[in-house]
């Protein structure tokens, strides 16, 4: 039985389609990278304070024995209500305004914002509340 050749037609098409295939991928995490960066930069310039900084703060508080927190290694708590996608919400704590300099007062005294809440005063500094709040305002 004779071995039977694609034409070089069909795989010159074939090489273009992967190379369009790849070309997609490329640009889709091109455009994914400069999303995320440009949402970094807009928590950071919104909150005044680090992303980066937000995980350390979030385990020096141990805010995860109480929220779930998203990117947060082992802040999976179930008391506090869950963080994930909480700069997409209307209010903070029921009846807050949501935006960044609501978020870091909450955080530094939460008692002063709404007496008898369940969010307990922390002791958090303004450094560190406004690195939680850019963290959470970046996600």
């Keep these: 039985m004779p071995e039977r050749r694609l034409p070089s037609s ?23 990278a400069q999303y995320r960066t440009k949402t970094r930069i807009q928590a950071e310039m919104s909150a005044r304070g680090s992303v980066a900084d937000g995980p350390a703060a979030f385990a020096l508080y141990g805010c995860g024995g109480c929220h779930m927190i998203p990117g947060i290694s082992g802040a999976n708590g179930k008391v506090g209500p869950d963080l994930t996608k909480v700069a997409q919400r209307a209010t903070l704590a029921g009846s807050l305004s949501n935006d960044p300099e609501t978020m870091v007062r909450w955080l530094e005294h939460p008692q002063a914002l709404r007496p008898g809440s369940g ?21």
């Excluded at 010159?12 to 994914?32: D, R, S």
């Design 119 to 139: 969010m307990p005063e922390m002791g958090v500094t303004d450094k560190d509340a406004r690195a939680m709040a850019a963290y959470l305002y970046s996600k």
């Design 10 to 32: 069909l795989w010159f098409l074939a090489a273009l389609v992967a190379l369009a295939i790849a070309t997609a991928i490329v640009a889709g995490a091109i455009l994914y």
